[in-house]
């Protein structure tokens, strides 16, 4: 295992990142060396997405591409996450020569799997995942913090209940602990993670003796001197309004909300299993705005559900414009082996979903065009977390999550958190320039020539929202 030279490449969401990083803190403490491309590596170790058919078919393709290469020379192919544990992700696994396999819930395997020659496939959930406290994260000024896995809900469209089962909340203790270490390391904002965090202590009906409720931890965390704490995702059915109380009362708890509406018909809405309807959605957002009136919202929609019609598609818009959500992440509807809306329900014609695709995205940019107008002129708390495209530049976000890009200037060339006044904005990026601690403007260093194009933010690329 010494020098073993391992690559990992990852896709889908925050969790499955931090999932990465486990695995990768295991490897190192074995004694593997970890290298930065394919072409370097004797093991290359793949964290898959199962959620719709694209990230599925990425990973076919490059599983593909990995085969073709160990026809060439030695070479350990190893398939983790979400797609390994179901049948599907079996199927291309056997197909591709996969030499190692590993569900969401055996990660801790790796070392083992690494052991022998043998074919190694684990896909049990090992308890020990959930008290394990990976090393903190190196230099960075953000990290994310699991602190529950799987999901008790049924959403009909869903296939992570199966591939993540049932939900097990962390101890306060390893929760409190892990965060201790990533604030000795410099973290300066968290994100707590889990598929519904406002069931954090819940699990499977039952509430955990001695759990604190999320909004408690919220504030355990808020108050733990860590500069910034962001939290995703809530299920509207399990949201509370003390959560919105937390947000309001602990300042380094950010005014960010992400909320998964998934559609704005009440017909669509019990299809999929969503248990609440428009109007508690719209309480909840009612709910927020009295805490915090500033609070930036995101959500996730699906387009084109098995049996939407124009009318409950108009709903989602109406919807849209009732609520003004800042950010959106929008789906067209994928059929998932597995789950009861591929069984019981019939595919709407792809044309009409990426019609109504276009429809809802158009609306979106115009939101968040509107909301990012807004923003012009005022002095927001930007992470800054280094070069952008063009290195004159750095690049982060705000506490709202918007992406932000600004001119190197003194005093603010590398990461950290600064204020910035936004003096420019497009639909999806904020543009502008870090100010001292007496509101003025610090002078900028090695600003590019004028009528020089700003950069656009990378941050647009940023992992996938939690299913
Ligand atoms: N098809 C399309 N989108 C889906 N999501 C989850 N399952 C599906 C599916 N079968 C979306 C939901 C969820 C986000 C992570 O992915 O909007 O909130
Ligand atoms: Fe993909 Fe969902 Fe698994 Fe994340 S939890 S990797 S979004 S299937």
Redesign the pocket.
């Known amino acids: 295992m010494v020098h073993t030279r391992c690559h990992l490449i990852t896709y889908g ?1 925050q969790m499955n990142e931090y999932d990465t990083h486990l695995v990768q803190s295991q490897l190192v403490s074995l004694g593997a060396d970890i290298v930065s491309s394919v072409d370097e590596a004797d093991v290359v170790l793949v964290n898959t997405c199962a ?2 058919g694209k990230p599925v078919e990425k990973v076919r393709s490059l599983l593909g591409d990995l085969r073709k290469i160990k026809a060439r020379r030695p070479l350990v192919i190893g398939m983790m996450g979400c797609l390994a544990q179901l049948d599907e992700g079996q199927q291309i696994a056997r197909a591709f020569g996969v030499d190692i396999l590993l569900g969401p819930g055996s990660l801790l395997d790796i070392g083992k799997a690494l052991e022998g020659n043998e074919r190694f496939w684990a896909l049990h959930f090992r308890d020990d995942l959930h008290a394990h406290v990976p090393p903190p994260p190196q230099g960075t000024l953000q990290a994310h913090l699991t602190i529950m896995r799987g999901c008790d809900h049924h959403c009909t ?2 296939i992570v209940p199966t591939t993540r089962g049932p939900q097990v909340s962390r101890s306060p203790d390893d929760i409190l602990r892990e965060l201790d270490g990533m604030l000795a390391a410099g973290v300066q904002e968290v994100t707590l993670l889990g598929q519904n965090v406002n069931a954090y202590g819940v699990d499977q009906g039952a509430r955990l003796a001695g759990y604190p409720s999320f909004a408690q931890l919220l504030r355990q965390v808020g108050r733990s001197g860590v500069r910034r704490v962001k939290f995703t995702t809530s299920h509207p059915m399990n949201f509370t309004e003390d959560v919105a109380a937390a947000m309001a009362d602990t300042p380094a708890i950010c005014e960010f909300i992400h909320l ?1 509406v ?1 559609s704005g018909s009440d017909r669509v809405l019990r299809r999929m299993a969503r248990e609440y309807t428009r109007e508690q959605y719209l309480k909840h957002v009612a709910d927020i705005r009295r805490h915090l009136p500033h609070a930036v919202m995101a959500t ?1 929609i ?1 387009v084109g559900f098995p049996g939407e019609t124009e009318q409950d598609f108009q709903d989602t818009l109406d919807l849209y414009d009732e609520v003004g959500f800042d950010s959106a ?1 929008m ?4 059929p ?1 082996p597995g789950t009861p809306s591929y069984t019981h329900f019939s595919d709407l014609p792809r044309d009409v979903k990426t019609e109504r695709l276009g429809r809802l995205v158009a609306r979106q940019k115009d939101w968040s065009a509107r909301k990012n107008a807004a923003k012009v002129g005022t002095v927001q708390e930007v992470l800054l977390r280094g070069a952008a495209h063009d290195s004159g530049f750095l690049e982060g976000h705000t506490r709202g999550s918007h992406p932000t890009v600004v001119p190197r200037a003194a005093g603010a060339d590398g990461p950290g958190i600064y204020p910035v006044r936004i003096d420019h904005a497009t639909p999806h990026v904020l543009y502008g320039r870090v100010l001292d601690a007496q509101g003025q403007e610090r002078p900028l260093l090695n600003f590019p020539e004028a009528g020089q194009q700003r950069p656009e933010a990378a941050a647009l690329v940023s992992p ?4």
């Open positions: 969401c959620v719709r469209y869903c998964p998934q996730d699906i992440y789906f067209i509807y994928s998932r996938l929202p939690m299913a």
